[in-house]
């Protein structure tokens, strides 16, 4: 069964903080992507990855940035935590080329206080 | 960049009824049109999609309709059944890393 795996389900951190999401994937996937999910406004795209330390910026990257030191592991991090970054964040992963289905983890809810 | 635009934002069926969610797509290269169901506590799933060398396709209750022209695709559930409740999001994209969605629709289904 294709997985994947986010770190922490639910998170509560103190703005100023330095936050790392982590998002693993066993499908040996090329492309990883972080996603920011808030009522009203969808899925939107933070960052993404087709390859080992290789990165590009979504729609929406400021105040983000991302890891990825291995293939099946992608970090986002948020350098100093604030308030207006509270949201559910999901990974997801798919293949390199050609359009085919992105698998998603479970998400994980950030509250920044 | 591509922006998809969803309709409605929120959908409350009778249990059996069918149940329609629209979107459109702005950027005419689009190719890939997938469909997402969310349930509560958990990631999207991919549900059905569609490519834009056909006009429809079905899987048992569910279909997708695309119009290129119209730069418009729909989602079309049939019978509907409680465990059909969920948030349902379109996307589109011309290429596998630049997936755009919709904003989403909470589908109820009552019994």
């Known amino acids: 069964d294709v997985k994947v795996t986010q770190s922490s389900r639910y998170l509560v951190k103190r703005t100023g903080e330095k936050v790392f999401l982590e998002c693993v994937q066993d499908m040996d996937h090329e492309n990883m992507f972080w996603y920011r999910q808030d009522p009203g406004l969808g899925l939107r795209l933070i960052y993404f990855s087709y390859d080992v330390k290789m990165k590009e910026k979504g729609d929406i990257p400021e105040g983000y940035s991302v890891s990825r030191e291995k293939k099946e592991r992608f970090s986002l991090i948020l350098e100093s935590a604030s308030t207006n970054q509270t949201s559910m964040y999901l990974c997801a992963s798919s293949y390199y080329t050609g359009n085919t289905e992105a698998f998603f983890g479970q998400g994980t809810r950030l509250t920044v206080v | 960049g591509e922006n998809v635009e969803q309709h409605p934002s929120t959908l409350s069926v009778q249990e059996g009824d069918s149940a329609v969610i629209k979107c459109t797509y702005s950027d005419s290269a689009s190719n890939y049109f997938p469909w997402y169901k969310q349930e509560l506590g958990k990631g999207p799933q991919l549900i059905i999609d569609i490519r834009s060398n056909v006009g429809e396709k079905k899987d048992q209750r569910i279909a997708v309709t695309l119009n290129k022209t119209a730069k418009h695709f729909s989602l079309h559930i049939t019978e509907t059944q409680p465990e059909d409740s969920a948030v349902y999001f379109c996307?589109?994209?011309?290429?596998?890393?630049?997936?755009?969605f919709g904003s989403g629709t909470q589908l109820t289904v009552l019994p």
């Open positions: 996307a589109a994209t011309k290429s596998a890393r630049q997936l755009t």
